[in-house]
């Protein structure tokens, strides 16, 4: 079964602070690894997608990795600003738009 | 990029009435797809508008419920109909920009059924 589990759940750190996000994925086929950012009320806006090919890519203060073998996505937050604050959605793609395996998130708090 | 704007933000309904959301983009794209989220919950897939044709459901979802227009490719409309309590979500439209992985998606109208 195609699955996305993220960790934590839930995480709060000071402004200034980094943190890392966890997420493993057992979905295949797969194409492509997805992080987006979605604010209290908005829709998910996209951070960075990576292909079965790239093993890191960065936008701005986040950098995502990916472990192709170990099935395994990291985000890392730098110097996390207030703004920061809001869930993070890791999304695999097993090839197609109804093929999006959503994983249930990490709400970030970040308090100054 | 794409632009996309939903109506309403937001709506509180009584059960049993139906409620209509439009999405609007701001130029033309092939695909547009409705997603609902449940509180607490992450992002299910309920339907592909496809334009000039019926709408193509995922399991668990049906045209009865959740019908589905797309008149051009910019615009489509979700209708929540016979609304109950379990129907309050956060319905969100989405495109996707032809020949990019990348996926838009619309703010969202926060859906509360009494």
Known sequence: KNQVEQSPQSLIILEGKNCTLQCNYTVSPFSNLRWYKQDTGRGPVSLTIMTFSENTKSNGRYTATLDADTKQSSLHITASQLSDSASYICVVSAGGYNKLIFGAGTRLAVHP | ?114
């Not at chain 2, 701001?26 to 992450?42: A, I, K, L, N």
């Open chain 2, 1 to 114: 990029s794409a632009v996309i704007s939903q109506k309403p933000s937001r709506d509180i309904c009584q059960r049993g009435t139906s409620l209509t959301i439009q999405c609007q983009v701001d130029s033309q794209v092939t695909m547009m797809f409705w997603y609902r989220q449940q509180p607490g919950q992450s992002l299910t897939l309920i339907a592909t508008a496809n334009q000039g044709s019926e709408a193509t459901y995922e399991s668990g979802f049906v045209i009865d419920k959740f019908p589905i227009s797309r008149p051009n490719l910019t615009f489509s409309t979700l209708t929540v109909s016979n609304m109950s309590p379990e129907d309050s979500s956060i319905y969100l439209c989405s495109v996707e920009v032809e020949g990019m992985y990348e996926q838009y998606f619309g703010p969202g109208t926060r859906l509360t059924v009494t």
